[in-house]
């Protein structure tokens, strides 16, 4: 397997943006365990395997149950996530899929302020973003380290 395109093929600040985001979004007081959550749940919906390999490594690394990250297509029938994690897995899935709804904002808004809504509005369009650039150049999964990328 050969990735299409290569992140060394491309100019500099091609992802200087897209790492201050992160950044900001590692530094934002969120969760890193929810964090990793919803990166894994958003690169499932989206089919990305780098993503994938990537986010489980990280989230195992920080602790969080493998158990609880594979079986995330079925959050909704498992006992092991709080309330707090259901409500931010229903408004990440919401907002990918551009159906947000005021039942959905109203359950999150139960348990994060504002402002954490508006990190984690950013943590989902994020990853999305980097799922849609790694489908795209094909980049292959498998050999990631936990740190790789700052």
Known sequence: MEARISYTDLGKGF???????????????LDPKLIELIN????????????????FKDAVHLGEDPQRLYSLPAWRECPYYTEAERAVLAFA????GSHMNDEIFNEVA????????????????????????????????GGYQVGQHG
């Not at 992802?15 to 007081?29: I, N, P």
Request: charged residues 15%; glycine residues 8%; hydrophobic residues 40%.
């Open 15 to 29: 992802t200087d943006g897209l790492f201050k985001s992160g950044g900001y979004v590692r530094q934002s007081g």
């Open 40 to 55: 894994t749940r958003m690169s499932q919906i989206n089919g990305c395997a780098y993503c994938l390999d990537m986010h």
């Open 93 to 96: 899935e919401a907002l990918n």
């Open 110 to 141: 139960k348990h994060f302020s504002k402002a954490q809504i508006a990190d984690i509005s950013l943590a989902v369009a994020m990853i999305g973003t980097w799922n849609k650039l790694n489908i795209a150049f094909h980049t292959v999964p």
